[in-house]
Structures are given as structure tokens and as C-alpha cells.
């Protein structure tokens, strides 16, 4: 494949045909859960798994997530829908449509269309090979759509009730605030966008252990910085030079979001690493 294809520049895999290695539903995985938090203390988990019959993506075509713990990457994208509905009801917001944004291979969209039948599912992403493996793969009822780094979402104003964004803006190298215009765009009124960061909070906690940190040791400027205890930027982009997108940690303080995003839109909460390493801010149109 030539490397100077334009739209590779934007986004990833665009001419690639892919050829995938195809797991098995869930149910074939139980014997690998061992106690994982599911968000709610009391939940059905046979009915569950009953609306699910659909194949789980290999490790490599979920970018390495959970490892070879195929029942954690299932049950992490269930959680993550449950926060999200459980969000909307506590701001008083129905979801009839959903949008997430960066959904790689359907951890979460697959819960929010097999889970929720009401609700229209849209997902998007910058990897061709994702957005093909949800669309081969998962229900014809999730719309899975390639995008690319330039902001724009195609879809009309005022449309979507609620965007997800899990780990995105953790690599949006600059534009965040185009992107947060095209989000606030499609919201319809009260709509929510749920969004999560790295935050000068978390340049504090980091650990050598984080999965974050290991892909910050090379980079040389982070060395230069990684001893100092406050960050120092209010919006600290660490770019790996390469001729592809999706290509940088980004960090935002708390101070810069609230002085920042809320001239786009309201912020109504912050959650702090929830539920694991990054936080959470969501906002409303």
C-alpha cells in the first residue's frame, strides 16, 4: 500500500481490505470472568448475554485492550453503557439516538443497540479496519461510519441526544475546540456529551504501571518532564512524528476545561478517574 495516499493522512487503513480473525460470542468466555465490576450491584447476566450472540473482536482488532481476557473487553463496554444511560436518567435527559465517537470495534455500541432496542446507535471512527469489523460483524442495526481528524460529524443539527467520546480527546492534537462546536452542533437542546480526558490530575497520579505512561516513556519530551509534579501546560500535547493521524497524548488541565469548554458548552459534572485512569467531563448543549 503506498504511504502517500492523502487520505491516510487523516485517517487510518483507508484502502486496506481487511481480513479478520473472528472470536466467539461471549458465552463462550464466562469462565474468564473473576468478580469484574459491572457498574450496578445487581444485574441479570445470563438475560444479557442471552442478547448477545454476536462474535467478539480478536485482541488485535480492539487495539490490544484487556488482552487475551476476552469476557473484561465485553463486560468494560457493558459498564460504559451503563454509566451513560444511567447519566441521561440523572439529568433527566431519553435517549433515543447515541453517537460514540471513536468506537473502534463496538465495545460500547454493541451494548447500547442490543441492550436498548429503542435506541438508534451510531458509531465512528478513524480506523477503517474498525468501522469494517463493526459493520461485518455486529448488528445491521449500529450504523458504523470512517471519519477522519478533520472536525466534522455528518449528521444534521440538533439530531443526537447523546455523543460518547472514550479515549479521543486524549489524542486530538489541537482542533479540540472545532471538535467541541461539531459536537455541541448535532446535540439537540439538553442533549449530552460524555467525554473522557487525561487532566493535570492524572500527570500528578501517573504510574509506571499505567498503560498511559508506557506509551509516554520513549517520547523524549516527556522524559525531560516526567519529574516535574504539576503539569506544565495548561494543554500539554506530546505529537509522535509520523506521516498518519491519531498520533499524540494530549493532556488538559482543569483549569484550561472549565476556562475553555464551558464557553462551548455547560459543564454539568467532572468525575475523576471513573472508572479507571482517565476522567470524565460531562457537558450539555
Not at 59 to 73: C, L, Q, S, V
Not at 94 to 103: H, S
Not at 230 to 255: A, C, G, I, Q
Amino acid at each position: 500500500m503506498r504511504n502517500d495516499i492523502w487520505e491516510n493522512l487523516i485517517s487510518l487503513n483507508s484502502h486496506e481490505d481487511a481480513e479478520f480473525e473472528c472470536l466467539g460470542p461471549v458465552t463462550e468466555y464466562l469462565d474468564q470472568n473473576k468478580g469484574f465490576d459491572l457498574g450496578r450491584e445487581s444485574m441479570d447476566l445470563p438475560s444479557v448475554t442471552a442478547r448477545d450472540n454476536y462474535p467478539l473482536p480478536a485482541t488485535a482488532d480492539r487495539e490490544g485492550y484487556y488482552g487475551p481476557n476476552h469476557f473484561n473487553y465485553w463486560a468494560s463496554g457493558l459498564r460504559d453503557s451503563h454509566h451513560l444511560v444511567d447519566c441521561a436518567q440523572y439529568h433527566g435527559q431519553e435517549i433515543r439516538n447515541y453517537l460514540d465517537m471513536g468506537c473502534a470495534s463496538g465495545r460500547v455500541v454493541r451494548h447500547m443497540a442490543l441492550q436498548h432496542e429503542n435506541i438508534e446507535v451510531y458509531g465512528f471512527d478513524i480506523n477503517k479496519r474498525h468501522v469494517d469489523w463493526v459493520n461485518h460483524f455486529l448488528p445491521e442495526s449500529i450504523v458504523a461510519i470512517q471519519s477522519h481528524s478533520i472536525p466534522y460529524l455528518p449528521f444534521p443539527d440538533n439530531s443526537i441526544d447523546m455523543i460518547s467520546a472514550f479515549s479521543v480527546f486524549t489524542h486530538i492534537e489541537c482542533f479540540d475546540t472545532n471538535w467541541l462546536m461539531e459536537i455541541r452542533r448535532i446535540l439537540r437542546p439538553g442533549g449530552l456529551a460524555w467525554l473522557t480526558v487525561h487532566t493535570d490530575k492524572t500527570w500528578e497520579e501517573m504510574q509506571e504501571g499505567w498503560p498511559l505512561y508506557k506509551g509516554l516513556a520513549n517520547h523524549p519530551d516527556y522524559k525531560a518532564l516526567k519529574n516535574n509534579k504539576k503539569m506544565p501546560s495548561p494543554h500539554l500535547v506530546f505529537r509522535w512524528h509520523s506521516d498518519r493521524s491519531y498520533s499524540s497524548n494530549t493532556f488538559y488541565s482543569f483549569e484550561y476545561i472549565e476556562r475553555v469548554w464551558s464557553r462551548v458548552m455547560k459543564i454539568l459534572e467532572i468525575r475523576r478517574r471513573f472508572p479507571a485512569f482517565q476522567d470524565v467531563i460531562i457537558l450539555q448543549k
